[in-house]
């Protein structure tokens, strides 16, 4: 991770970074978050905590949520940390009930945990396509159907934002993940219209390329074209995906259900983004 990327998922920066929000917005409230021990996930819960809220956090790697836990509670937070693995229906079903009898409420649900490997989809093994598949869709399609029903049962409102990649011009070296966001994109415009009765409010944000540690993961080689990704020529910072999921959480989102708000610099419009290296055949 490059000096850069490291200062903008630095917790000290994050808890310090300029926010357009009011520090009360949440006052009372509780907000839950996967993937909150890095990267977006990170960002989004200590906003949240910033600006009120109680967290609930969860991953599968319980040291990673214990730093930020013991980060927010420095600043006088309140968290609750859950090791979870989302893809299986027994933990998520066994963290939306700790987070209940601890907290008596859940208000807010953010679905960030996920991840994918770069390779040329023509290789990938039917085990690699299925662990995609399976961390984001049926990882996030478990949560997202969880919180409902949590709402169906203890009340509402409540709101779902799900962290998906931009899918309108697919991505080169990462086709398993932007299916598994397609079909999370889909049931969010399907189950905001089941779910509206119940109070319940379900959109996406899409971030394009985020400057995090997730982007280890993508050789050298598609690291360096990373500027080209979008007209702005950067990567988007962590503080500027969570302060999407707040807008879309709070009541400035009040009226938006079923929605994907796209944050990624204009690169749906204009830019390349080769994953995992660009072909000969595209080389100018
Ligand atoms: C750039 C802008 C867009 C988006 C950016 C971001 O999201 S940044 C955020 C990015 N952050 C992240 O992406 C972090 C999260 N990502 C992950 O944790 C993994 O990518 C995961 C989803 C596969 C883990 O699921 P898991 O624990 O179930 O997986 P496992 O390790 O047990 O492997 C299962 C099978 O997958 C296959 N396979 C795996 N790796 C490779 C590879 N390099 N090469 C080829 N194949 C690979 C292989 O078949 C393997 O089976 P094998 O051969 O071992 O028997
Ligand atoms: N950075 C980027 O450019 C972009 C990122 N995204 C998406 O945003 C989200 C966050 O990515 P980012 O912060 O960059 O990357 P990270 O790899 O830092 O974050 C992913 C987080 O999800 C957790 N996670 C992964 N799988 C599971 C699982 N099965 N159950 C519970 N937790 C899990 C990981 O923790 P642990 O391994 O401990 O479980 C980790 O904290 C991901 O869904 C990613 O695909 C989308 C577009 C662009």
């Known amino acids: 991770m490059s000096p850069e990327i490291a200062a903008l998922n630095n917790p000290e920066n994050l808890w310090a970074a300029e926010t357009v929000y009011r520090p009360d917005l949440f006052q009372g409230k ?3 978050v996967s993937g909150a ?3 977006i996930g990170r960002a989004v819960a200590l906003l949240f905590a ?3 809220a109680k967290l609930v956090i969860c991953g599968r ?3 990673k949520l214990e730093v930020i836990a013991e980060f927010v509670r420095s600043k006088g937070g309140e968290v609750l940390v859950v090791p979870t693995n989302v893809r299986e229906p027994e933990q998520v079903d066994a963290l939306f009930k700790k987070a209940q009898a601890h907290y008596g409420r859940i208000d807010y649900t953010v679905n960030n945990a996920g991840g994918q490997f770069p390779q040329n989809a023509i ?3 039917p085990k690699g396509w299925n662990a995609v598949i399976n961390n984001n869709l049926n990882g996030t399609w478990l949560m997202m159907q969880r919180a409902a029903q949590h709402w169906r049962e203890h009340g509402g409102p409540g709101s779902i934002v ?3 990649v931009v899918i309108e011009r697919g991505m080169p070296g990462v086709a398993h993940t932007v299916a ?3 079909g999370i994109i889909g049931a969010t415009r399907t189950v905001a219209v089941e779910w509206a009765p119940l109070g319940v409010r379900v959109n996406c944000v899409a971030p394009g390329l985020t400057a995090t540690e997730g982007l280890d993961v993508y050789p050298p080689e598609a690291q360096k074209e990373f500027p080209l990704a979008n007209p702005l020529k950067r990567p988007g910072t962590p503080m500027e995906i969570a302060e999407s999921v707040i807008y879309l959480s709070a009541g400035s989102g009040s009226f938006i259900t079923g929605e994907v708000v796209t944050v990624d610099g204009g690169g749906k419009l204009w830019g390349e983004l080769w994953t995992a290296g660009r072909p000969d055949y595209y080389r100018h």
């Open 162 to 164: 799900n962290i998906v």
């Open 30 to 32: 509780v907000a839950l």
């Open 50 to 52: 910033r600006l009120g």
């Open 37 to 39: 021990g890095s990267g």
């Open 61 to 63: 790697t319980p040291e």
């Open 180 to 182: 598994a966001r397609a």
């Open 123 to 125: 290789d990938y093994a």
